[in-house]
């Protein structure tokens, strides 16, 4: 059998499943891109150069390209750090910490016609000396996918968690992540109490029963998945009482935060339509009831074994998604 991971396209994106959200229209996602090698100033350039549009600075870390084709795209040294900008001392220590600390692209909400134009943007990027993930030790920059949901209901969000739950092993060992992301402590695993609940319980619950369960495993951002800011936009009250220390402030969106992918733009044969269709994956095992609850059922069977090894579950995950073959074209 062939590494499942070299099989999933990397010359187009895969539409998400569903395509469309609960009011007929297409859904859209927001993409943030980390990376070193430029300034601010610099990426904002290839931005403008690449989708057109003309640079605002409104910080000396912090610059709007306004007029592109996807509309404003934010360029800024992603640190909090950068709020306090304008000072000479803070301006220093922002300029010292380039070295580890990423200069990050956010796009609006982009419609699918819009997707293939990240690749290019990537290539530019890529030209102009931006460099990745692996290009040297504690670097950890990261690629960032917010998918709109396709409707704010337990029945269509709920299967989404399960399918990462369950599969997130394999997206992690088929194609391991930077050693230095595995290191930092923003994209960890979920709990493997989480994936048991959601596993087994998760069939009773509802929408606040699934908002509190996973505030108790895992009240942090700091996930492969963080669903902290789609619970915010869903339940303000529920989740605002345990988001003090959370990893991070917490803007309230309807959208899934996919954060586990690397950003590889340096290297030659990264795409980003690569990390967005593992994601795509992702839907398509939630949108196949009958395999998620085989995956589930197969889950609570390898936990309960006393003769499984660790690694049992990859190789599991490996025949069941072969046979499944969720990345191709439909």
Request: glycine share 10%.
């Amino acid at each position: 059998m062939d590494s499942l991971a070299a099989l999933v396209p990397r010359d187009r994106f895969l539409p998400l499943c569903p395509e469309t959200n609960a009011g007929g229209a297409p859904r859209r996602a927001g993409i943030e891109i980390e990376f070193g090698g430029l300034t601010e100033a610099e990426a904002a350039r290839v931005v403008a150069d690449a989708l057109g549009g003309r640079v605002h600075e409104k910080t000396a870390h912090e610059l709007v390209v306004e007029g592109t084709d996807w509309g404003a795209v934010e360029v800024c040294l992603d640190t909090i750090w950068r709020e306090k900008a304008g000072g000479k001392l803070a301006d220093l220590g922002l300029d010292l910490s380039r070295a580890v600390v990423p200069v990050e692209i956010v796009t609006p909400p982009l419609a699918p016609g819009h997707l293939p134009a990240l690749d290019r943007l990537r290539g530019a990027l890529r030209e102009a000396g931006a460099q990745g993930s692996r290009d040297g030790l504690l670097l950890g920059f990261g690629l960032h996918l917010n998918p709109e949901v396709a409707a704010e209901t337990l029945d269509t969000i709920l299967p989404v968690a399960r399918a990462f739950a369950l599969i997130e092993d394999w997206l992690r060992k088929a194609d391991p992540i930077d050693p230095a992301r595995r290191v930092l402590p923003f994209v960890d695993p979920w709990p493997r109490r989480l994936v048991d609940r959601l596993a087994g319980e998760a069939a009773g619950w509802d929408l606040a029963a699934f908002i509190d369960a996973y505030l108790a495993e895992t009240p942090t951002r700091n996930r492969g998945l963080d669903l902290l800011p789609l619970f915010r936009h869903l339940d303000a009250d529920r989740v605002g009482g345990v988001l003090e220390g959370a990893g991070g402030l917490v803007s309230a969106r309807p959208t899934f935060h996919y954060r586990l992918p690397d950003c590889r733009i340096d290297e030659p044969g990264w795409r980003i339509a690569y990390d967005w269709n593992r994601w795509v994956m992702v839907e398509r095992l939630a949108a196949d009831t009958a395999a998620l609850d085989r995956l589930a059922s197969d889950w609570l069977a390898y936990r309960g074994a006393l003769t499984t090894m660790r690694g049992d579950w990859f190789a599991h995950l490996e025949e069941r998604l072969d046979a499944l073959a969720l990345w191709e074209t439909r």
